[in-house]
């Protein structure tokens, strides 16, 4: 079975969003950071080389793969900034009806900037997200 490559690890978070080339999402990623810290008490960490994760759960599927990820967190690609909603969207319609210009993927908000959405929405959906991730795996 491969081993999955985006783990966790020590490099400096600073030092990665400072790197970033586009001062808006800059700005923006330090706003995540200071945001989502409040938001899931935990410290932000590295996960691989590009996405800044908060808190971790282990998973085990049936075919035996396990491994840990990161509750919530973000990285700052280039087309968009990626943010991670690992429950998924199915529960939360209502909040999405109101967030703003974004597209998702399985697990991922995408958007342009912040300024697109509705920042409380987003507290909401993260808070939401995480508590539920947590007790799917306590």
């Not at 945001?35 to 971790?56: A, D």
């Not at 919530?72 to 280039?78: C, D, N």
Request: glycine fraction near 8%; charge should be positive; include cysteine.
């Amino acid at each position: 079975m491969a081993e999955l490559k985006t783990k966790k690890n020590d490099n400096d978070i600073i030092k990665f969003l400072n790197e970033i080339d586009n001062e808006e999402r800059k700005n923006d990623c330090f706003k995540l950071l200071e945001l989502f810290e409040q938001l899931t008490n935990e410290r932000p960490k590295m996960w691989g080389q590009s996405i800044v994760g908060f808190g971790s759960y282990h998973y085990k599927y049936d075919s035996g793969r396990e491994g840990d990820w990161f509750l919530t967190g973000f990285s700052p690609r280039k087309a968009n900034l990626t943010i991670y909603i690992t429950a998924g969207f199915k529960e939360y319609d209502a909040i999405m009806k109101g967030l703003g210009k974004y597209k998702t993927g399985s697990s991922c908000l995408y958007v342009k900037k912040l300024s697109d959405i509705d920042t409380d929405k987003l507290k909401m959906l993260v808070e939401k997200s995480v508590a539920c991730m947590k007790k799917r795996y306590e």
